[in-house]
């Protein structure tokens, strides 16, 4: 071979050299914003910048190892990756790759043949339905169509951070801003993110959550850490340390899932009804379904295992979903069955019903009885029935006749006084009432503050109902209607206004509602007031900083009352420094610390009693001996026992507390005689509440109301030697004062 020859040689191989460099610098050029461009397959060996090592670095998840291969040629300073100036969303078009110059050969008439070189996967390479992003390049390519974003994947101290827009486009979610808050917004499936420029915490739905940096603005492209966007979005993705690129699988499984009703299912007899509540992720919709195991009607009872499968529009199947369903054996009917102690009885007799009905398959039952009773007090043969009817709706009927002879054994009036049950009512002749002796007694107080807030009892605005500062022993008495058309609540805030700390200890409490029926509510409301002294369930300690709000007594608060809902509280608290106490009623989204100085004071409504009450505790001592005779002992009359006086602290009015509501009588009869009936007896209207005699909760009545004035509920019955009974008294919300309490002597009892 010449030197002429060689030359040649020479001169061709340095051309073909320089002709396989790849073309690393992006064209200026671009194209309108939404419009993908195909990747070219570029074969792009070349060694990683240290830039881009810090951006693989930076960013957390699944690594790709690197394969082992030959060392790459390493690029030209001058053909390093530069993104393209553009806007966010913008495309933009890559420069071709140049052609290779044919190789050199000995004879110029020779066939000119390329130089082969092993040609990688391009970076674009990836499954269906997956997001690639190029490191420190505004390129991102999902199903091989390059998009770019308004900024480069940028490291920022030590964090990788994206464009927020052009990731969630590609997600198929939407973005908006809110100029108010300066927050961006995406919306996921009926949640909310918020991101906020400069701040390191996002928000899904309200909870906070801290990014690993602070989201910022660059060049009017909004730029949140790489991580919270998948965190946020539960996105699962790889990074591949050899191309460069982070690799966002979006394409998901759909899920199924499906429920079975009824709850319970008999064989042979049940339709079993599948609601399927199935879905599918980005976009997709579920196209097809597949059942393994199910029947409508399972003949045979037993477990069965019924499958669900769901596939998307994007042909991909969910993982099988199981529900294990136990089918039970046909129901079978109830057997209703009573006995009595005998076939015969007096008039006036008492009459034992034992219930002895039954379940084949343990079923819970409830009876309904018809004609049952005590006692009967006519002649002749009577038919009592009885029906149970079991959980699933079938019943049985039994019926047994008895009968009445003409002798008596009680006239119904010594009947009742004798066996009416406790907290049952029976009918006397209320007039009668009146003319009975009144009880002597002793009375003294206790001191303990009265905070009455019931009026306006039916409240039509947000507003302070009421408002007092008082300290030591202090009780609550709250009841309120919600008259408004949305959703309200109720609270009592508490704000200490001295220099020291002050102490509140809720030492019993009791609530009742949110329902539509006053007397309901005040009756709940005592009973758990009393069970709180029973248990001491209520107790607790909250403590006030000087100047500090909180809200108190939450057992009010943590119910929402819909519109002409009631609620009533009682609750007495000890303070060691004056606080001053708030009750408002606001609307239930709103914040009751932020929203009480923009309240105002709400009217009295001229019917119902607020005010605040000194010696609120009314202690009443009876020594002697009472129950041998008809007498009674008069509770809220403002005569026999007065009200209370005070002063409405809103208006600076007097005010007179009618019914004396909210005041405890703590009442000890020292000395009730042997066989004495005590019954409760409303004179102002029908009444429905507890009392606590001797410890015990009694109702008064156990159902419904007890109307005045021809109506009894029982309390106590004594026995045969003397006794000292205590009862508390407190008047519920709702029902009617003034009350009586009765005291008579109960009949000869009789052999039967």
Known sequence: MNVRKLALIAVLTVAQAASAI????????????????????????????????????????????????????????????????????????????????????????????????????????????????????????????????????????????????????????????NGATKETIIMKNGNELRFKTNSKIYTVNGKATTMKGPA????????????????????????????????????????????????????????????????????ATIVDERWEGRQDIFEQP??????????????????????????????????????????????????????????????????SWSNRALAFFNPGPVSIQ?????????????????????????SQEDFNKLFVPLGDIYTINGSEIPSWNKISYTASSEPVTLIRSNSPETVYSEGIVYQETAMGDTRLMVHHKNSMSTNMKMYVIATNNNLYPTTITTQRSGFGGPLDIPT???????????????????????????????????????????????????????SDYPVKYSVIMIDATKDPLLTLPTLSYLDRDGVHNRGTYADANRIITVTDPVGAT???????????DPNLPGTDALSGTEASNAGNFGVVYKITLTRVAPNTLITLNPRGGKYQGPLLV??????????????????????????????????????????????????????AQKAQ
């Open 22 to 177: 790849p073309a690393f610098a992006e064209s200026a050029t671009q194209v309108p914003a939404g419009t993908a461009v195909k990747a070219a397959a570029v074969n792009t060996a070349s060694s990683a910048t240290p830039t881009e090592t810090a951006a693989a670095t930076a960013i957390t998840g699944t690594v790709s190892p690197a394969p082992i291969a030959s060392p790459a040629p390493t690029a030209s300073p001058a053909a390093s990756a530069m993104p393209s100036s553009t806007t966010e969303g913008s495309q933009a078009v890559e420069q071709p790759v140049m052609t290779p110059a044919p190789s050199a050969s000995e004879s110029p008439l020779a066939t000119i043949q390329p130089t082969v070189t092993p040609t990688p996967n391009p970076a674009s390479a990836a499954g269906a339905g997956q997001l690639v992003l190029m490191m420190n390049s505004n390129k991102m390519y999902l199903n091989g169509v390059q998009y770019l974003a308004g900024q480069p994947m940028a490291v920022k101290n030590g964090v990788s951070n994206v464009a927020i827009r052009a990731m969630v486009e590609r997600v198929g979610l939407k973005l908006t801003y």
């Open 216 to 283: 910022y603005q660059y060049k009017n492209t909004f730029m949140v850490p790489l991580t919270s966007i998948t965190q946020a979005l539960g996105i699962p993705y790889t990074v591949d340390n050899v191309q460069k690129r982070v690799i966002l699988t979006l394409q998901t499984k759909p899920k199924a899932s499906f429920t079975v009703q009824p709850a319970e299912i008999f064989a042979g007899e049940t339709t079993v009804n599948y609601v399927t509540s199935s879905t599918a992720s980005n976009g």
């Open 302 to 367: 037993g477990y069965y295992t019924v499958n669900y499968s769901v596939m998307d529009s994007n042909g991909q199947w969910s993982d099988p979903y199981s529900v294990t369903i136990n089918v039970l054996k046909p129901n079978q009917p109830p057997v209703a069955q009573f006995t009595t102690d005998k076939d015969e009885y007096k008039m006036g007799e008492p009459i034992t019903i034992t219930n002895i009905s039954s379940d084949p398959d343990g079923d819970q039952l409830t009876e």
């Open 386 to 410: 009885l029906t149970v009817t079991d959980t699933h709706g079938l019943s049985s009927t039994f019926e047994k006749t008895i009968n009445i002879t003409n002798e008596v054994l009680y």
């Open 520 to 574: 309901a509510t005040g009756k709940k409301s005592i009973e758990t007031y009393y069970q709180s002294i029973q248990t001491g369930s209520a107790y607790s300690n909250v403590t006030l900083q000087p100047g500090e709000n909180k809200v108190v007594l939450t057992t009010l608060s943590n119910v929402t009352m819909k519109p002409g809902q009631i609620i009533s509280l009682m609750s007495d608290v000890f």
């Open 630 to 640: 008809p007498s009674r002992l008069v509770i809220g009359d403002n005569n026999s």
């Open 694 to 747: 001797n410890g015990n909760i009694i109702q008064a009545p156990n159902s419904s109301a007890v109307d005045a004035p021809n109506q009894n509920s029982v309390l106590y019955r004594t026995g045969n030697v003397e006794q000292t009974i205590e009862i508390m008294f407190t008047a519920a919300s709702g029902s009617n004062l003034p009350i009586n309490l009765l005291f008579m002597p109960l009949p």
